[in-house]
């Protein structure tokens, strides 16, 4: 176990390399991808600190016991929550940064007018606004139920954990299992489940339906508060935000909201 110093001071390295206030220097994740042939190469998470990997092809959960399918799908999922937030920090920062400078370079314009346009903010302070992410508990109960567990089809063939629909023929995708209104719905299909993490935290920034979801955010981190402005992710509404409820308190899942990327894995760009 390493001293409560030791990991206060590890936490404070990974801040700041989030918070790098010159805008000069960036900090990627240094990542490696696990394309998953046996379970047993999803390492369990024994401390806070976690290496990242993205895991891929995770397949047959279904067949271990409940409690050890949880542990092997959190441990496999927790790494990509990561990595996605850590992007969207890394994002946010560069727009606090611009939003400081006097003068802006044809490049900071294109940039901050392309992620204006992605996120459908009116202005920088908006935009801040709509760069936040969630709990690591809420994101790992909605991945779970969206995906009954790891168990679903666009789990385990398109690396889709929130049912992010695509609607570009020319974009990798699954066709679902049922149609609406006789039209084939579309699912993306992912290289790894960072990718679709970072997707679902943008339909979260996004749509106004989690404005409400927005504004809480900015002054609360706890999770019970924030889950009932996700009642909108799903036609079950407050049926849905109780079930987040009871994963979360089920699975203890709080104790992961203070896992963060292991330092080691943060490298200079």
Same mark, same amino acid.
């Given at each position: 176990?390493?001293?409560?110093?030791?990991?206060?001071?590890?936490?404070?390295?990974?801040?700041?390399t989030?918070?790098?206030?010159?805008?000069?220097?960036?900090?990627?994740?240094?990542t490696?991808?696990?394309?998953?042939?046996?379970?047993?190469?999803?390492?369990?998470l024994?401390?806070?600190?976690?290496?990242?990997?993205?895991?891929?092809?995770?397949?047959?959960?279904?067949?271990?016991? =409940?409690?050890?399918?949880?542990?092997?799908?959190?441990?496999?999922?927790?790494?990509?929550?990561?990595?996605?937030?850590?992007?969207i920090?890394?994002?946010?920062?560069?727009?606090?940064?611009?939003?400081?400078?006097?003068?802006?370079?044809?490049?900071?314009?294109?940039?901050?007018?392309?992620?204006?346009?992605?996120?459908?903010?009116?202005?920088?302070?908006d935009?801040?606004?709509?760069?936040v992410?969630?709990?690591?508990?809420?994101?790992?109960?909605?991945?779970?139920?969206?995906?009954?567990?790891?168990?679903?089809?666009?789990?385990?063939?398109?690396?889709?954990?929130?049912?992010?629909w695509s =609607?570009d023929?020319n974009?990798?995708?699954?066709?679902?299992?049922?149609?609406?209104?006789?039209?084939?719905?579309?699912?993306?299909?992912?290289?790894?489940?960072?990718?679709?993490?970072?997707?679902?935290?943008?339909?979260?920034?996004?749509?106004?339906?989690?404005?409400?979801?927005?504004?809480?955010?900015?002054?609360?981190?706890?999770?019970?508060?924030?889950?009932?402005?996700?009642?909108?992710?799903?036609?079950?509404?407050?049926?849905?935000?109780?079930?987040?409820?009871?994963?979360?308190?089920?699975?203890?899942?709080?104790?992961?909201?203070?896992?963060?990327?292991?330092?080691?894995?943060?490298?200079?760009?």
């Amino acid at each position: 176990m390493k001293s409560a110093l030791y990991s206060c001071f590890l936490t404070l390295i990974i801040w700041a390399t989030l918070l790098a206030c010159d805008g000069t220097t960036t900090y990627q994740v240094k990542t490696e991808t696990i394309k998953v042939d046996s379970l047993n190469q999803i390492i369990p998470l024994n401390d806070s600190l976690v290496r990242p990997i993205l895991y891929t092809n995770i397949d047959g959960l279904e067949h271990l016991p =409940f409690y050890q399918a949880k542990a092997k799908f959190i441990s496999a999922i927790l790494p990509s929550i990561l990595v996605a937030k850590h992007q969207i920090h890394n994002t946010r920062t560069r727009i606090e940064n611009l939003n400081k400078k006097v003068t802006w370079t044809e490049s900071d314009s294109i940039y901050y007018l392309d992620m204006k346009r992605r996120y459908k903010a009116k202005d920088v302070k908006d935009l801040m606004a709509r760069l936040v992410t969630l709990p690591n508990s809420v994101v790992l109960a909605q991945a779970a139920i969206e995906t009954g567990w790891g168990e679903s089809r666009f789990f385990k063939q398109a690396s889709n954990l929130f049912g992010i629909w695509s =609607f570009d023929s020319n974009e990798s995708r699954i066709a679902a299992g049922k149609n609406r209104s006789e039209k084939t719905i579309f699912l993306r299909s992912y290289e790894d489940m960072s990718g679709s993490i970072a997707d679902y935290f943008e339909v979260l920034a996004r749509h106004h339906a989690y404005r409400g979801l927005r504004k809480a955010r900015i002054h609360t981190s706890n999770p019970y508060e924030l889950l009932p402005h996700l009642k909108y992710y799903s036609e079950r509404k407050q049926w849905y935000t109780r079930e987040l409820k009871r994963v979360i308190r089920q699975n203890k899942l709080t104790k992961y909201d203070h896992y963060r990327i292991d330092p080691n894995y943060l490298i200079v760009e």
